[in-house]
């Protein structure tokens, strides 16, 4: 079992940029692959990026592609997801996920088996 935690939400006026974080435990951090994924209110979770368990390998969600850059850092056992040009639309509820081991950074969010409590996200007009 991984344990996730994540970190780096906060309140942001449109067009400005935010950066999370996710640091895992709890197994070996380069056996698995990472994803984000959002909450917005009244709906269903959904994909926002995914990175490979080596990192080679990177998935973008079609509506934010252009604004996001995830990405791993192995010696800090930490997934980052750096969003500019924030939108109010934006606003939600991020995950950070950990599938099942030596994925390529799925977009199906049923591939992920541990996930973190969330941090919000809010992007003002």
């Known amino acids: 079992q991984v344990q996730l935690v994540e970190s780096g939400g906060g309140l942001v006026q449109a067009g400005g940029s935010l950066r999370l974080s996710c640091a895992a435990s709890?197994?070996?951090?380069?056996?698995?692959?990472l994803g984000w994924f959002r909450q917005l209110p009244g709906k269903e979770r959904e994909f926002v990026a995914a990175?490979?368990?080596?990192?080679?390998?990177?998935n973008y969600a079609d509506s934010m592609k252009g604004r996001l850059t995830i990405s791993r850092d192995n010696a800090k056992n930490t997934v980052y997801l750096q969003m500019n040009s924030l939108k109010p639309e934006d606003t939600a509820v991020y995950y950070c996920?950990?599938?099942?081991?030596?994925?390529?950074?799925?977009?199906?969010?049923?591939?992920?088996?541990?996930w973190g409590q969330g941090t919000q996200v809010t992007v003002s007009s």
């Open positions: 990175i490979s368990y080596t990192g080679r390998t990177t």
């Open positions: 996920a950990a599938d099942g081991g030596y994925g390529l950074g799925s977009v199906r969010i049923g591939d992920y088996k541990s």
């Open positions: 709890g197994r070996t951090f380069s056996s698995y692959a």
